[in-house]
Nanobody, 125 residues
Framework: QVQLVESGGGLVQVGDSLRLSCAAS????????MGWFRQTPGKEREAVAI????????YYTDSVKGRFTISRDNQQNTVTLQMNSLKPEDTAVYYC??????????????????WGQGTQVTVSS
């Protein structure tokens, strides 16, 4: 069993930065693909950024490329999402997720195994 706890959300202005953190329990964190997803009311949850188990491969949805950076620390069992130049359309509940499949990962939320409780990010104009 893996527990994920997010922190770092809040209310910011357009153009500001936020750093989301996710702390994971479990001894096998370093073997998991980790990701950040977001969801707004009435919309499907979408993958924002994903990082491979060793940090060498990353994925970003097009709308955040060049603004967001995902990273992980396998010694500390943490994954972070640095969000810069925030826009109102970034407003959402952000979720940390873990995929334990050793064969690879997908951007489809249904395939991910563990989820945090979510943290609200609100970007005000």
């Amino acid at each position: 069993q893996v527990q994920l706890v997010e922190s770092g959300g809040g209310l910011v202005q357009v153009g500001d930065s936020l750093r989301l953190s996710c702390a994971a329990s479990g001894r096998t964190f370093s073997t998991y693909t980790m990701g950040w997803f977001r969801q707004t009311p009435g919309k499907e949850r979408e993958a924002v950024a994903i990082v491979s188990w060793n940090g060498r491969i990353t994925y970003y949805t097009d709308s955040v490329k060049g603004r967001f950076t995902i990273s992980r620390d396998n010694q500390q069992n943490t994954v972070t999402l640095q969000m810069n130049s925030l826009k109102p359309e970034d407003t959402a509940v952000y979720y940390c997720a873990a995929d334990t499949n050793p064969s690879g990962w997908t951007v489809q939320p249904v395939a991910w195994d563990y989820w945090g409780q979510g943290t609200q990010v609100t970007v005000s104009s």
